[in-house]
């Protein structure tokens, strides 16, 4: 084999040296760019003075503050807002918009109302107000023992049937023509009171249950 390479002219031992003496060159000097910063830095000052050399010195361009004389295009300025004072909403949040102050804790309190105000909202809350009131009157007990004719548990219950429940008061109140809501309560063997309402109509005598306690009977 190594008669044939000396006899082949082509082949050149030099050649090689050559090309691995580039090789081992190329990797030494891109190993020092990345590996020492103070050799990258010669290297780009050398070409950009080449640069320079070549293609003539780059200038810059640069404008002061406050030296351009050209309006700005009015369609695209911000139109002013109205004044404060225009707007109530803006003055009320003014007037009540808490202090936050380092350290301190932060009190709101809210605003004061005048009278008029106070009585209109009590008027509205009264009229708003449909939560029954439990009452016991003639119609009252009407619709009281009517419910029980309709459900024998609870009459039973009601009489002292059950030793575990003891009657503790009753009430109806008038929702709609003869609709009426019936509550009872009792006391449980532990002594804690259990409520029964049921939705009786005493035109008709029938009666449902409208809580859980009523339903599970």
């Known amino acids: 084999m190594a008669e044939n390479r000396a006899g082949n002219k082509k082949y050149d031992p030099s050649r090689r040296l050559i090309y691995g003496g580039v090789l081992i060159f190329t990797v030494a000097a891109c190993i020092s760019l990345t ?3 103070a050799i990258r ?4 000052d050398r070409i950009n003075v080449l640069k320079t050399a070549c293609c003539g010195e780059v200038q810059t361009d640069i404008l002061p503050l406050g030296e351009n004389d050209i309006p700005y295009p009015e369609e695209f300025l911000r139109p002013r807002s109205s004044d404060a004072g225009s707007r109530p909403y803006v003055e009320y949040i003014q007037k009540h918009l808490p202090v936050v102050k380092p350290g301190v804790p932060l009190k709101v309190k809210p605003p004061a109302l005048s009278e008029a105000d106070d009585s209109g909202k009590s008027a509205e809350s009264d009229e708003d107000d449909d939560s029954p ?5 003639e119609s009252e007990r009407d619709a009281y023992e009517k419910t029980l004719a309709a459900n024998e548990k609870l009459a039973a219950m009601a009489r002292g049937g059950n030793p575990d429940f003891s009657l503790k008061t009753w009430g109806a109140s008038r929702r709609e023509g003869d609709i009426y809501w019936v509550r009872v309560i009792f006391h449980n063997a532990s002594g804690a009171e259990v409520e029964y309402i049921w939705r009786t109509d005493i035109s008709s005598g029938k009666s449902a249950p409208l809580n859980f306690n009523a339903r599970s009977l």
């Open 35 to 37: 590996a020492v910063p």
């Open 133 to 137: 009131r439990f009452m016991q009157g």
């Open 41 to 44: 830095a010669r290297l780009l």
